[in-house]
């Protein structure tokens, strides 16, 4: 029986791109039989469907999977906030955990949104391009969820068409190598219809190089290494470029640079909502912030240091700490982290100016063009081509020593410091998996990757990095299914 009248709300108070003519609301509501007809029906979709990857909503609390629960970062807060994420931070996790069933439940709101699109776009009469594309985005989209939510969960219920029917509701689980051979369908089908730029109203969407650095990723986390080459290959002859200075990667002056290949877009002081949430969430209580995601000493110490202690500048590009200022120039003082001393300055610096706390300006970059470096890096060591390697990673290194070349801030600005962040030599492949490893930390730290990345590395790794909690491989490697999906889901 087909379950008729299935209501969509769409509205393009969800747009993440600045496009005049995407930036008009869509009142009311529509069903199965009378959405999915125009050109227009097709956009506003698709837009909603970007709208959940966006941190407008806190539902979205990817920084909690990707840093609290990694060694990078703590719950931070006050000691009784939030305690869904202190359970998190902890692994004492329960299936009825907030934070949990909140992610679980937005990602397949994502989902549900792309395969509608999926489904129903290719029915309507229009523009076969511009229908091509958005089938890919959605595409790209869902893959997107999928790659979070199995790097998350594990084992996931694979749903990829629509609703139609009563059958459809419940969806048993499928294996992670099944979710991610659909991801890589996905990834591969989208690269094929999805152009290699936007013009400047379009900034945000989906690009050929976005699906194909995730494949190239997906790629390197199921250890395929010669695949994952092959698709960061072809992202780096698409053009993309480091930029000079690594803090234009996070500053509202360098949104969407020639480095990024995926952003994830917002808008300050609109009407209707598209700011993110997270400047209130990482900043200090002064300017009326809850100060989460508290950096941890073992991330600081990460990065590297001169004889003479000139540290790498991507620690105070990154991280509020004692002895630099803030992001409105105040000394920085360590009580206003109470958890550890530090705070994420990398993820909340726009809270200057007209940027309002809690309706922040700055963008989410999922992926750069530094990390296709890193990727291929990895895959060349891995390959037995260290040699080859150490070509893009030092890359990686080069542009962070030169910031002394493009920051006039920085004590003793027009020459890079002796000896800081040499180039790596060594081609031994245990001794530059290890550099590399290092690399990826403090070149993407604070940018919610850390965890996926401690899990894939394996279990001595990862019970070593995250030894301060209850963690335990065998029993934590995932995270458990949220209550509601194992109340309602009778295929589970």
């Not at 609290?68 to 931070?89: E, F, L, R």
């Amino acid at each position: 029986m087909k379950i008729k009248n299935i209501f969509l709300t769409i509205s393009l108070l969800t747009l993440l791109v600045n496009c005049s003519d995407l930036n008009t609301e869509l009142k009311g509501q529509y069903t199965s039989d009378t959405f999915f007809k125009t050109k227009d029906q097709a956009i506003s979709a698709i837009n909603a469907t970007y709208q959940i990857a966006s941190f407008n909503s806190t539902n979205n609390n990817l920084w909690v999977f990707g840093d609290v629960a990694s060694d990078d970062t703590v719950k931070g807060g006050n000691a009784g906030d939030a305690s869904d994420i202190g359970y998190v931070d902890s692994f004492l996790v329960n299936p009825d955990n907030g934070a949990i069933e909140a992610f679980w439940k937005h990602y397949y709101e994502g989902i549900a949104r792309a395969n509608n699109i999926i489904y129903y776009v290719p029915l309507i009469n229009m523009d076969p391009v511009l229908r091509d594309r958005i089938v890919g985005e959605a595409k790209f989209l869902r893959a997107y969820y999928y790659y979070h939510l199995t790097n998350i969960f594990g084992s996931v219920p694979l749903r990829i068409t629509p609703v139609l029917n009563v059958n459809d509701l419940s969806v048993p689980l499928s294996a992670v190598e099944v979710v991610v051979a659909q991801i890589v369908k996905d990834l591969n089908e989208a690269s094929n219809t999805l152009p290699p730029t936007y013009g400047p109203a379009e900034k945000g969407r989906a690009t050929k190089g976005a699906a194909l650095g995730l494949l190239s990723k997906v790629f390197l986390f199921q250890n395929k290494y010669t695949e994952a080459l092959n698709a960061a290959n072809q992202v780096e002859s698409m053009g993309y470029v480091l930029t000079p200075l690594y803090a234009h990667n996070f500053d509202l002056i360098h949104k969407n640079n020639s480095e990024s290949i995926f952003e994830i877009q917002h808008l300050s002081n609109q009407i209707i909502f598209q700011g993110t949430y997270v400047n209130q969430y990482f900043s200090p209580a002064y300017l009326n912030g809850y100060f989460f995601n508290a950096p941890t000493a073992n991330f600081v110490n990460e990065f590297e240091k001169t004889a003479s202690l000139v540290s790498d500048p991507r620690l105070d590009y990154s991280v509020g700490r004692l002895g630099n200022k803030w992001v409105d120039g105040k000394d920085f003082d360590p009580d206003w982290s109470p958890a550890s001393g530090y705070l994420d300055k990398k993820q909340a610096n726009d809270v200057i100016g007209t940027t309002p706390i809690g309706d922040g300006e700055k963008n989410y970059v999922f992926m750069r063009f530094s990390e296709i470096l890193l990727i291929k890096a990895e895959a060349l060591n891995e390959l037995g081509r260290g040699s080859e390697a150490l070509i893009p990673l030092n890359k990686v290194r080069e542009r962070a020593r030169k910031s002394y070349l493009f920051d006039p801030s920085l004590p003793g600005f027009g020459s890079v410091p002796a000896l800081l962040l040499p180039d790596v030599t060594s081609v031994d492949q245990s001794t530059l998996r290890n550099a590399i490893r290092h690399e990826r930390r403090v070149e993407l730290g604070l940018e919610f990757h850390r965890f996926y990345d401690i899990m894939r590395y394996g279990k001595v790794y990862a019970e070593n990095a995250l030894s301060g909690t209850a963690f335990s491989y065998e029993k934590n490697r995932y995270f458990p299914l949220p209550q509601s999906e194992r109340d309602t889901n009778t295929k589970l």
